[in-house]
């Protein structure tokens, strides 16, 4: 309560009263006592986890329809493995060029999203999820191709020769992504090879840094991962596969188009056409 008052600028007094008029309203307590201290219950943390992203989004909106501030504001969603893995390891460059235009990248899946107030425009690999998405302005990004991934070490100790080496190794996947190694193993006509086990992950992303760690042999999209297969935490043992699947941006068709979100749209064109995504 001391923390709110600070943050909001008033008494801790005054907090309190917020705080009982909120309770009485609900019905019910919100904080217990343990020892000196004021500890939540359970029903105020999941009431506050409710409200949070009513909240945010009054914050975004008002931060989107307000007036301009001196640092602009462009609001990305984007899915976290394309996030962390082609996004943000290339946004300096855009910072660079545009200093005064700040990037906020969200990483809400999907089913998350239950309203587009707060986003400029969202990255996602077709088929899309949403029908609604299909009337949005989309800009293809790149041809995603997909390929063996491994970590140099791992390759070190245990090369692949030939195709019956893959049965010497731990085939990484992901919930999220099911049916790729039988997919890739049937476009290489090898679908009888066998791992040693297959070692299963919730999402993707764990799921590549079990692989960049050495524990197996995963999929991998290019040019997703083309940032870390040049920085060499991941190789390529066998050539792509293109798979016709695409990257789009979306762009709300009510969004104003300002300069700040040209210039971004234009950089992340300019970027997915690099040699280096391909």
Known sequence: ???????????????????????????????????????????ARAFAEEISEAFNRISDASVRFGRTPSTRVIRVNAQTTFAM?????????????????????STANSAQISGLIGFD??????????????????????EEKLTLIAAPFLLQAHPINNPSDLSKHIFVTSQTR?????KWLEAYS????????FQRFDHYHVTLQAVIDGLGLGIGGIPTLSHDIKQRRLVE???????????VVLVPPDID??????????????????????
């Open 1 to 43: 309560m001391s923390s709110a008052a600070a943050e909001l600028g008033i008494t801790h007094g005054a907090v309190s009263r917020q705080i009982k008029l909120l309770e009485d309203w609900l019905g019910q307590p919100l904080f217990s006592r343990d020892g000196q201290r004021n500890v939540a219950t359970a029903h």
């Open 85 to 105: 893995r082609w996004l943000i390891p290339r946004l300096h460059t855009f910072h660079r060029s545009h200093p005064d235009i700040e990037v906020s990248v």
């Open 121 to 142: 425009l969202l990255i996602r690999k077709e088929p899309l999820e949403k029908p609604e998405w299909h009337h949005f302005e989309r800009r293809v990004l790149f």
């Open 178 to 182: 099911p049916g790729e190694w039988e």
């Open 190 to 197: 090898i679908p009888h090879i066998r791992p040693i086990r």
């Open 237 to 247: 043992p066998f050539p792509v596969l293109t798979t016709g699947a695409r990257y």
């Open 257 to 278: 188009k300002s300069a700040p979100l040209r210039n971004f749209l234009t950089w992340l064109e300019e970027e997915s056409s690099l040699k280096d995504t391909k």
